[in-house]
């Protein structure tokens, strides 16, 4: 078992979970709940129980999966429950699934009450590498992401890669987005690794790889005051990608998909205006190429683009806020961008990948 130190608590990973079991045992919760969707109820519930047979004790809230159940309805739901299940300030949440339950069951325990006692044990690869540490919790409302929540950091983090074997491809793809970002914004020896890896590749080694890049960030700036904003490179764009195709498309695109593409228009706004290389653009852009599928989207949804970036959290009166690499390994932030530039990264983009 191997251990990184967070923000006031430890990140274990631990396949066994025993270090989840010595945690339980130190502390003396008046009340357990365990927040899953419907699939982590079924995939990775029962591992936990079998983990953690000694835990018989709490009670199960769960909610519908996906990112269009990550908003105000759903987490009225879980305050809801935790009122029903008699849950007070001196109760644990265990926020046991992807990236969704983790932000909501972070949002929702860190308000409930005024805020209660919760751990992440998170289960996809984008939840494992990026959304379980650091402590943003929230929720979207409609099309804009995130835009409610709170930076609440969490007792503990315990991550085991035995809850990857039941991911499907599509989903470990696009928590790979999150891993290749990690090494293009901080460790370009990295990025070189990952870059040429296969899915079925990834390891706990790279799992912990990435984690710790997020950390070092984090520790350094916990609230995003300033460098902490590197880790949102690709999400200026990327978030009011997702934000349009949760609403619109048939098959929404999944948030490291959405991010992808926007590492790619930014990473266009990085060599225009930041000092990035023709030659690295060319080689972020076909790294992004190898393992996401080009999204196609026309120009006539560009002024709704630009509506839900205005709402970036980056942002400085009234000016759009960007994270642009001046090389692969090395991110600025506080970048402001005008809106024929960012319409021309659109415009890279959509000839990029047509026909
Ligand atoms: N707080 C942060 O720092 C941070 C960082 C990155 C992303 N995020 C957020 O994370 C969310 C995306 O997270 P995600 O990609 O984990 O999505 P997700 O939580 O929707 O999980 C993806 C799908 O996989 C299913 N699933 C989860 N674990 C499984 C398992 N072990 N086996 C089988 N199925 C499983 C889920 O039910 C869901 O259908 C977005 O809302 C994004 O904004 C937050
Ligand atoms: O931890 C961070 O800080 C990040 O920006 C990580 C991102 O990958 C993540 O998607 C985060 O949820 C984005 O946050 P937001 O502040 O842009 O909503
Ligand atoms: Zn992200």
């Known amino acids: 078992m191997e251990v990184i130190e967070s923000l006031g608590y430890q990140v274990y990973f631990d396949d066994t979970l025993a270090s989840l079991e010595t945690f339980l045992a130190a502390r003396n919760y008046s009340k357990i709940i ?18 953690l047979p000694s835990l018989s004790n709490y009670d199960v809230i769960e909610v519908d999966p996906g990112e269009e159940n990550k908003n105000i309805d759903f987490c009225i739901g879980v305050w809801q429950n935790m009122l029903d299940f008699g849950a007070d300030r001196h109760s ?7 990236g969704v339950v983790t932000d909501m069951g972070g949002f929702a325990a860190s308000t409930f009450k005024r805020g209660m006692d919760f751990i992440q044990i998170p289960t996809t690869l984008l939840s494992q590498v990026d959304a379980s540490v650091g402590g943003k919790t929230g929720i979207d409302m409609g099309s804009v992401k995130n835009i409610i929540g ?62 710790s890049i997020k950390n070092r960030v984090i520790l350094e700036d916990p609230k995003e005051k300033g460098l902490r ?53 060319d080689d972020l ?16 949804i560009d002024t709704t683009l630009l509506e839900l970036m205005r709402n970036d959290k980056k942002n400085l009166s009234n000016q ?3 994270a642009l690499l001046d090389r692969i390994g090395s991110c600025q932030y506080d970048i402001f961008v005008s809106e024929e530039d960012i319409i021309e990264s659109l415009d890279f983009y959509r000839e990029l990948t047509a026909g």
């Open 285 to 300: 852009i076909a790294t992004f190429r190898r393992y996401f599928n080009d999204y196609s989207f026309s120009s006539s």
């Open 92 to 98: 644990l949440l265990i926020n046991l699934g992807g």
């Open 229 to 281: 904003k590197i880790l949102n490179f690709g999400h200026t764009i990327g978030h009011a990608i997702e934000g349009y195709s949760l609403q619109h498309d048939k098959r929404p695109l999944l948030h490291g998909e959405a991010i992808a593409v926007g590492m790619i228009c930014e990473g266009f706004l990085s060599h225009k205006l930041n000092g990035l290389s023709l030659t690295d653009l």
């Open 34 to 51: 365990v927040l899953v969707d419907t699939n982590t109820l079924d995939n990775c519930l029962p591992l936990f129980q079998q983990a």
């Open 150 to 211: 709170t930076f609440a950091q969490p007792q503990a983090v315990f991550i085991s890669s035995l809850f990857l074997k039941t991911l499907d491809k599509r989903q470990l793809i696009s928590g790979f987005a999150e891993v290749i970002k990690h090494g293009l914004i901080f460790d370009q020896a990295y990025y070189n690794q990952v870059k040429t890896l296969g899915i079925d590749q990834v390891d706990n080694a790279l799992i912990k790889h990435s984690v």
């Open 320 to 322: 759009i806020g960007f």
